[in-house]
């Protein structure tokens, strides 16, 4: 009998579309809500707090949406994640009209974090449950895909919708990309697993998922890695792309164009590593996401605007070995009962330090100077990088095979 092909397979293929609507409201939102902050007179400094809520409560809540995922059917923690985010975007809507103050906004967008602490986990983990092994390294590279994809319309929906019909509006359409999304996960059948639900207390439950990332210190170190860049570098290049390019060009075109140019570079470079097999794939990985870097010096030398898109178009080819090869790396590593609570950790411990970054950039640019900074920045991004690779582990994406016993430790301690 012939293997079925990736989207022969119903059950990835609900999972794909879903994604996809939800990403693209994702990837809407932030422009209508920096050109309503904005618009309204707000500073970097605000744009950068409000921004920060966000990810914060991404952070807070991404070790309990592990758990709950790793309890629970993942689609249903999907479900839950994604009609949170639907219900928070038409309140966001209701704030803005009514012309309330600034931390009311940030009120609203920190509990949309919630909703990304919840979904992330279960979306990186589901996958196993829908697909065959051999299949999970293409299945990825279409959830990057999916990244890109909506990276790319997002931005580019959310920049039309603003300039022809207004932010609120906007919101009200992403709202609804929520809900297509969610209702086409109900049909999803879910393969099933072992799961602890009698033995463990929730703490002890959460406590499991952070031991199984010390014990593998090749993810420990890249999550640490991508936490403090996430801080220095991104959280940085976030707040200031639409400050830089709305002063010197005097338009939000170049700010919305640079977004879907980066989803773009991403889509190909997902679709073209999805058909690379290398050796070392976190070698690969790390030196292409050193090019990220090329962001910063772009807003220091904004010299055109089409300069800055096509520099956007380098960044999104730079992330995606990550966005490949990393997930199906956890996945072959991590045993199925503990995929979430890892995923959890990622999560969190990636966009950890990022808040403080964004809260910060506006007050440390105004301090030192923002070309300081973003030199700074762009020097801390690729000496960071390099350190990474001395990692054991981390060049091959793979448990060192003097220790591959962990795994078999990893199953004793979460029984």
Not at 231 to 255: D, I, K, Q, S, Y
Not at 280 to 299: A, E, I
Request: charged content about 15%.
């Amino acid at each position: 009998m012939q293997e079925k092909r990736l989207l022969q397979h119903r059950d990835f293929v609900l999972l794909w579309i879903s994604g996809l609507l939800v990403v693209i409201g994702s990837s809407a939102f932030p422009i209508a809500l920096a050109v309503t902050v904005l618009d309204s007179g707000g500073s970097a400094t605000t744009l950068g707090v409000i921004l920060a809520s966000r990810v914060l409560s991404s952070v807070l809540l991404a070790l309990a949406g592990g758990v709950w995922a790793d309890r629970f059917k993942r689609k249903y923690i999907m479900i839950v994640a994604d009609l949170l985010r639907a219900v928070l975007t038409v309140v966001l809507v209701i704030v803005a009209v009514t012309d309330l103050p600034a931390w009311t906004i940030a009120l609203v967008v920190f509990l949309m974090g919630a909703g990304e602490a919840l979904g992330f986990p279960a979306s990186g983990a589901i996958l196993p449950s829908v697909l065959p092994d051999r299949l999970l390294p293409e299945g990825n590279a279409w959830r990057a895909i999916t990244a890109r994809a909506g990276a790319i319309l997002g931005p580019a929906l959310g920049g039309a919708m603003v300039a022809v019909i207004g932010s609120e509006w906007t919101f009200l359409v992403t709202a609804a990309f929520f809900v297509v999304g969610t209702a086409l996960l109900f049909p999803v059948k879910e393969g099933e697993f072992e799961r602890n639900l009698t033995e463990g207390t929730f703490l002890r439950e959460l406590r499991e998922g952070l031991t199984t990332v010390r014990r593998m210190p090749w993810v420990m170190w890249i999550v640490i890695m991508a936490s403090i860049q996430l801080m220095v570098v991104v959280g940085a290049e976030v707040v200031l792309l639409p400050v830089v390019t709305r002063e010197e060009f005097g338009t939000n075109f170049v700010f919305a164009a640079a977004s879907v140019a980066a989803g773009l570079g991403g889509g190909i470079s997902a679709l073209v590593w999805s058909k690379i097999k290398v050796p070392k794939p976190g070698l690969w990985s790390v030196l292409s996401w050193m090019l990220f870097s090329t962001s910063l010096l772009v807003l220091v030398f904004p010299i055109h605007p089409w300069v800055v898109i096509g520099v956007y178009f380098i960044v999104g080819l730079s992330t995606e070995p990550f966005g490949v090869y990393w997930p199906t790396a956890i996945q072959r590593e991590v045993p199925r009962e503990l995929q979430a609570r890892v995923f959890s950790v990622d999560h969190m411990g990636s966009l950890a330090l990022m808040p403080l970054g964004m809260a910060l950039v506006g007050p440390i640019t105004e301090w030192i100077g923002m070309r300081e900074y973003l030199l700074f920045a762009t020097g801390f991004h690729i000496v960071t990088c390099l350190l990474v690779l001395f990692i054991p582990g981390v060049i091959e994406l793979k448990t060192p095979t003097d220790s591959s016993q962990g795994e078999q430790v990893l199953r004793e301690e979460a029984k």
